[in-house]
């Protein structure tokens, strides 16, 4: 199986394939992206070991190590991502308000990177594997996305539910994985043909159903992290053939390389990425809905906001959202207004932000990473030692207001505690923890080194 595919590269490449058969022995790329809202440039540079920046995301650079433990990165600052998948985001152009659907959404990289760019408006994510949703949900948490819905299963009944609702929708499907191979092996050795066929199958099911939930005028952006010229310019042909008012839109990007020739679409209107191009590999289509309709989507009528729990919220943030939903003793917060859906499983809408416990409502981990430092009543500076002893579960000794508390690391919040006026007793889940032989400040020293 592994000269088949050799073959069809070497067919499709030319006379690069040479230097794709070396990129496939050379280190994998790594990337992350920062989100601007919680951190500057300036500040990331300072105190981050960068490489160059990338080409495919302004927020974007390369790195040369891991850096999942970095502080920054446990705040919520950043999001470690392969560099060329924040080419399909970037081509999006998401705009503040608009309504947004991810339909293929863990682990949750493309998600948050939309999440950055919206105000009022919402972003509608879904992920069929209920493993990868539950991954997804904890990446939208630590990068503090607040106006969002979480959904986990098939994506026609959502489609259906929220048909000509959504200004932009994104298709990053599941696909054959090619440009994955020098991260997971296993992915050149279950490589076939008949596997390549059948996910362009499953591709094409999948825009059918995101066709049905785009407006008039909204768009879609197609996208995967393979080369298969089925899984990509040929997907792309037989929709647009099925859906003739989907027409095909420049990318307007100055990275990557225009696709394979194909008849029923224009190769000139998307994009290749290799690792000759400083990725790993991806694909990329942006199109546009020229006819239908536009409708709002369904919206919760909710009951008259409880002061009760107002209130217990105004303890311990400054300014509380628009909308609070309480419901099973959970309380949810966003400013969005919360949609009204039956026919889908909705696993999170807004932050989490407590539970009610008798008559005391008990705050959530999540409602201490959602916000600003200024927007929490009390907040503990610490230091990276105090980090590293917080994310193993240690208290902190500080002589602070009772109540719960923010922790936060160079003004970033991460999680809470709760004091007693001389210590502030550690709230982080054990979930969310640091394994015993893994710490906080290891990642500093390297970076100083």
């Given at each position: 199986m592994e000269t088949l595919f050799l073959e069809r590269m070497k067919n499709e490449l030319k006379e690069d394939y040479e230097t794709f058969v070396d990129s496939l022995s050379s280190p994998l790329l790594r990337g992350l992206?920062?989100?601007?809202?919680?951190?500057?440039?300036?500040?990331?540079?300072?105190?981050?070991?960068?490489?160059?920046?990338?080409?495919?995301?302004?927020?974007?650079?390369?790195?040369?190590?891991?850096?999942?433990?970095?502080?920054?990165?446990?705040?919520?600052?950043?999001?470690?991502?392969?560099?060329?998948?924040?080419?399909?985001?970037?081509?999006?152009?998401?705009?503040?308000?608009?309504?947004?659907?991810?339909?293929?959404?863990?682990?949750?990289?493309?998600?948050?990177?939309?999440?950055?760019?919206?105000?009022?408006?919402?972003?509608?994510?879904?992920?069929?594997d209920s493993k990868r949703a539950m991954v997804l949900l904890s990446n939208l948490e630590r990068m503090g996305v607040q106006n969002f819905v979480l959904t986990q299963g098939e994506v026609g009944p959502l489609c259906e539910e929220l048909h000509d609702c959504f200004d932009k929708v994104l298709v990053d499907a599941p696909c054959s994985g090619e440009g994955m191979m020098k991260k997971h092996d296993a992915a050149m050795q279950s490589w076939s043909l008949e596997h390549v066929q059948a996910c362009a199958r499953r591709q094409k099911e999948i825009l059918s159903c995101a066709y049905r939930a785009l407006k008039k005028d909204g768009i879609l952006v197609y996208s995967t992290c393979t080369y298969s010229k089925e899984e990509n310019e040929e997907v792309i042909a037989a929709f647009l053939k099925e859906h003739p008012d989907m027409i095909q839109i420049d990318p307007d990007c100055s990275f990557g390389r225009r696709g394979i020739p194909t008849l029923g679409m224009d190769a000139q209107k998307v994009v290749r990425i290799y690792p000759m191009d400083g990725g790993e590999g991806h694909f990329v289509c942006k199109m546009q809905k020229t006819a239908g309709t536009k409708r709002a989507l369904p919206i919760q009528k909710l009951k008259k906001r409880d002061r009760k729990t107002e209130e217990a919220l105004g303890q311990w943030i400054r300014s509380i959202p628009k909308?609070?939903?309480?419901?099973?003793?959970?309380?949810?917060?966003?400013?969005?207004?919360?949609?009204?859906?039956?026919?889908?499983?909705?696993?999170?809408?807004?932050?989490?932000?407590?539970?009610?416990?008798?008559?005391?409502?008990?705050?959530?981990?999540?409602l201490f990473q959602a916000f600003s430092k200024e927007n929490y009543v009390l907040t503990q500076e610490l230091s990276l030692e105090q980090m590293d002893e917080v994310m193993h579960g240690a208290p902190i000794v500080s002589q602070v207001s009772k109540g719960y508390v923010a922790y936060c690391?160079?003004?970033?919040?991460?999680?809470?505690g709760k004091s007693d006026g001389h210590r502030i007793n550690n709230k982080i889940p054990k979930g969310l923890r640091l394994l015993p032989g893994s710490h906080v400040k290891k990642e500093i020293e390297k970076h100083e080194r």
């Open positions: 992206r920062y989100d601007p809202r919680k951190l500057s440039r300036e500040k990331l540079e300072a105190n981050v070991p960068l490489g160059k920046p990338s080409p495919f995301c302004p927020q974007s650079f390369y790195v040369d190590r891991p850096l999942g433990n970095h502080p920054y990165h446990l705040a919520g600052a950043f999001y470690l991502q392969e560099p060329s998948a924040s080419s399909a985001v970037q081509i999006l152009d998401v705009q503040p308000e608009d309504i947004v659907l991810d339909l293929c959404a863990a682990p949750g990289g493309k998600s948050t990177q939309i999440a950055s760019h919206l105000d009022d408006g919402i972003l509608v994510c879904n992920e069929y909308q609070i939903l309480v419901q099973k003793d959970h309380v949810y917060v966003m400013d969005h207004p919360f949609l009204k859906l039956s026919q889908v499983r909705v696993l999170r809408q807004g932050t989490l932000a407590g539970t009610w416990i008798k008559n005391r409502l008990e705050p959530a981990h999540a690391i160079d003004g970033l919040p991460f999680g809470f």
